[in-house]
Nanobody
Framework: QVQLVESGGGLVQAGGSLRLSCAASGRTFSSYGMGWFRQAPGKEREFVAFISGSGSATRHADSVKGRFTISRDNAKNALYLQMSSLKLEDTAVYYC?????????????????WGQGTQVTVSS
């Protein structure tokens, strides 16, 4: 069974940068795609980015395109989300999630394992 642990969240000023990490254990890491989601207070969990098992394919939500970059290091069983030009509306709990196979969509049901989340707070 896959286990996921996020880290790297914190408080940052608007316009700043943060890098989130997600450490994975269990199944062969390169065999499944990975995603980042976020959930702000009172809102539904929303898709942020996806990367395929090999890392050759990525997709980012329009709201973060050009500011956030998803990447992975299969040798280290690690997933990353580099966030720059952060905005107040990026404040949320960020979750990494493992897909059921090497490719997945943007729906939460496409993912069957979730981390515990890491808080990102952007201040003015």
């Amino acid at each position: 069974q896959v286990q996921l642990v996020e880290s790297g969240g914190g408080l940052v000023q608007a316009g700043g940068s943060l890098r989130l990490s997600c450490a994975a254990s269990g199944r062969t890491f390169s065999s499944y795609g990975m995603g980042w989601f976020r959930q702000a207070p009172g809102k539904e969990r929303e898709f942020v980015a996806f990367i395929s098992g090999s890392g050759s394919a990525t997709r980012h939500a329009d709201s973060v395109k050009g500011r956030f970059t998803i990447s992975r290091d299969n040798a280290k069983n690690a997933l990353y989300l580099q966030m720059s030009s952060l905005k107040l509306e990026d404040t949320a709990v960020y979750y990494c999630a493992a897909a059921r196979g090497p490719y997945a969509g943007s729906r939460t049901v496409d993912y069957n394992v979730w981390g515990q989340g890491t808080q990102v707070t952007v201040s003015s």
